[in-house]
DNA sequence: CTTGTCTATAACCAGAAGGTTATGGAGAGT
DNA sequence: ACTCTCCATAACCTTCTGGTTATAGACAAG
């Protein structure tokens, strides 16, 4: 993955209201004025968050009318998740939490 | 793991010469003099990248003489990893990659 | 104790970030 | 055509960020 790219989804992922953006979209597609509801800020604060999670890839959005449904694409986030993985060997603490990560990585298949 | 800790953790890889310094560190330990020859930047701005990192839990300093040796704490990288882990049901591309990452992140015990 | 090396800190600067209010444009419905 | 809703954009403000240079502090060695 490019430098450029991750500076873009660490970038995103290092504001608290767009991480709970995602996990809004997690959950079901939504609009801007679902997501402003979600939170004590303005539309146009929203609205921000959202171009600086498109332009790290996180969100894609579609016209449904006169509304933009904002989806999630996590893909990015495999990505940034491989970066870290390359310092799993620096991972010196106990490793009870580990292998319940490991566990839920497991589950997937 | 606490927000404002993601927070600062994904706030500290959002800068590429910080993951850089993370990289080097992931080789040796070193001291500020030797991060500085790395880079084309000053010293100064590489010891505020430090601070950074160490408010993040990245990095520890231990005093060696004259020298400040930066030693990599890769524990928060973990937590960040634990985060990006809930997301992995939205993978949706095709599996090559994934079943990489799972592979070494098993291959750890 | 003076000198030299390593690092931290202060002061400063330009630009980015994160928020606001005000406004304008696009679509759907009447 | 009007209107209402949803959203984007502009203009603005304040704070944070990432860099600089200049300087001061800590320690080792003569």
Known sequence: ????????????LADRTRRAILAGLARADANVA?????FTMSQPAISKHLK?????GLVSRTRQGT?????????????ATGWLADYR???????????ELLDSLDSLD
Not at 1 to 12: H, K, N, R
Not at 52 to 56: F, P
Not at 67 to 79: F, I, K, N
Not at 90 to 96: K, L, N
């Open 52 to 56: 600086v999670l498109e332009a790290a």
């Open 34 to 38: 679902d997501l402003t509801a979600m």
């Open 1 to 12: 993955m490019e430098d450029d790219q991750l500076d873009l989804v660490f970038g995103a």
């Open 89 to 99: 060997t620096y991972w010196t603490e106990s490793y009870e939490r580990l292998d």
């Open 67 to 79: 509304m933009r449904l904002s989806h999630l694409e996590a893909e990015p986030l495999r990505d």
